[in-house]
């Protein structure tokens, strides 16, 4: 009766290690990371949004920018000349108001002396018509509205990639302990196999096949045990913190109910939501800006300008003059440059079209395939809890049976490989509807 305390004490650490198979062993005295708060966190510290928010900045500046267009242009030069070029003399004298009878003279027109001329001109320009500034204010406007897009693009893609990543870790950090768990039962049956061999039940057959799969056992623990720093590294990867940072997290995270009775429903929720669906518009419009970009070519450009001058001799004594008027320009002929512009903007907007009907029958696929996969994944749950339970239980009966004598050392690690796979299954199970959920959330476009 010796070896009942030895098989008592393994045969109760398998379902108490099972049972706090989703318990994370914490790095640190700190509360729990939910899933949540890492995909806050990487939407407030991941490099790819803070390029997101950073590009939208960017398309806002250049909506300024542009729609400066509207505004008048004003110029301001201060100039110092000298020379004796007659017609440069003739036109100085006559800015400064300083001109005389005497600089008619033949000889002082072809041969005058050398003048300064200090010059202050203040130019205005005000566009009164002009259809390209608008246009190119309308394509910076898409363009903000595109960046935005994309912003949201980005949260919903980490969203979905933390999630992936935040399950990654779970069964990884589950992996772990399963394994630690098996390599402990495998212990407990060598040793119940060496002390059947030294009662002379069995050979040594028995005990080389356990010292074998402890072997196997222990390896696995390592693998498992690098899975996991590769899980988390990736995770820390994602929320923007540093790669070798241990964090606790929340073992069951909660997925949202999304009700998948309605796919049609679904299906038009997400060609109104889903961020590359807006964003395909966008560049349909974009394209539909630049066509009328390439039509204001072809129409006149009209402008009021208006010109302040101080002129004189030397620098604190000047004559003030101005003039105003208006300037009308258009397009008589570009070298078919202008023509073949507009065309070209004309298929990018037949292109931009095609794309956008391709990116909302995508964004149907998509929530078929997620309904798929969620409807998957829940079933595979339920099967995975009933085979979990049936395997501990035939592992239980199996190791009865082997300490009677009643079956061999092969039936009893075939049913701990079965407790450790069947374990594995349920706890990928649970975390495939956790991101199965998430794919859903991002296919219909919800936050």
Same mark, same amino acid.
């Given at each position: =009766? ?21 318990? &994370?062993?914490?790095?640190?005295? !700190?509360? &729990? ?52 070029? &007659? ?56 363009? #903000? ?13 980490? =969203? ?25 039962? +495998? ?9 059947? #061999? ?10 080389? !096949? ?5 072997? #196997? ?28 940072? =241990? ?5 069951? &995270? ?15 929720? +997400? ?80 292109? #931009? ?57 092969? =039936? ?36």
């Amino acid at each position: =009766m010796t070896i009942k305390t030895p098989f008592a004490s393994a045969h109760l650490v398998v379902p108490v290690l099972l049972a706090s198979l989703f318990v &994370p062993v914490p790095a640190s005295p !700190q509360s &729990p990371l939910s899933l949540s708060e890492a995909i806050a966190r990487a939407r407030a510290r991941n490099p790819d949004a803070g390029s997101a928010a950073a590009a939208e900045r960017e398309a806002a500046d250049r909506v300024t920018q542009v729609r400066g267009g509207y505004f008048p242009k004003v110029d301001l030069a201060e100039s110092w000349q000298r020379g004796n070029h &007659p017609v440069f003399v003739f036109s100085s004298l006559l800015a400064q108001r300083q001109f005389t009878a005497a600089d008619l003279a033949l000889d002082a027109i072809n041969h005058p002396d050398a003048t300064d001329n200090f010059r202050t001109a203040l130019s205005v320009e005000q566009a009164l018509f002009d259809r390209t500034t608008s246009a190119k204010v309308r394509a910076a406007s898409i363009g #903000r509205a595109m960046a935005a897009t994309g912003r949201h693009l980005v949260d919903h893609d980490l =969203m979905a990639a933390v999630t992936d990543a935040f399950g990654g870790v779970l069964v990884a950090a589950a992996t772990v302990r399963s394994a630690a768990a098996a390599a402990d039962t +495998a212990r407990a049956d060598r040793e119940l196999a060496g002390n059947r #061999r030294d009662a002379g039940r069995v050979t040594d057959a028995d005990v080389l !096949q356990l010292d074998v799969y402890l072997a #196997r056992t222990l390896e696995q623990q390592v693998q498992a045990a690098a899975d996991e720093r590769i899980a988390r590294a990736r995770l820390n990867q994602l929320m923007g913190e540093p790669l070798l940072t =241990m964090f606790s997290l929340d073992p069951t &995270p909660p997925a949202s109910a999304i009700d998948i009775t309605n796919p049609a429903g679904l299906e038009e929720e +997400a060609v109104k939501n889903r961020p590359e669906v807006a964003l395909a518009m966008q560049q349909e419009q974009l394209a539909a800006a630049e066509v009328d970009a390439a039509q204001a070519a072809f129409l006149p450009y009209v402008a009021a300008q208006g010109v302040w001058e101080l002129n004189g001799g030397a620098w604190n004594s000047r004559s003030s003059s101005w003039v105003a008027g208006a300037v009308a320009r258009i397009n008589v002929f570009h070298g078919l440059a202008d023509k073949a512009r507009l065309a070209e903007a004309r298929e990018l907007a037949r292109r #931009r079209a095609i794309e956008k009907g391709k990116a909302e029958t995508m964004a149907r696929l998509d929530v078929q395939i997620a309904i798929a996969r969620l409807e998957a994944a829940r079933a595979s749950e339920a099967v995975g809890r009933a085979a979990a339970d049936q395997a501990r239980e035939s592992r239980r009966i199996i190791r009865d049976r082997y300490e009677s004598g009643l079956t061999d050392a092969a =039936m009893l690690l075939r049913a701990a490989d079965a407790v450790q796979q069947a374990d594995t299954q349920q706890i990928a199970a649970r975390v495939n509807v956790l991101t199965a959920t998430a794919t859903l959330q991002r296919a219909i476009g919800r936050s």
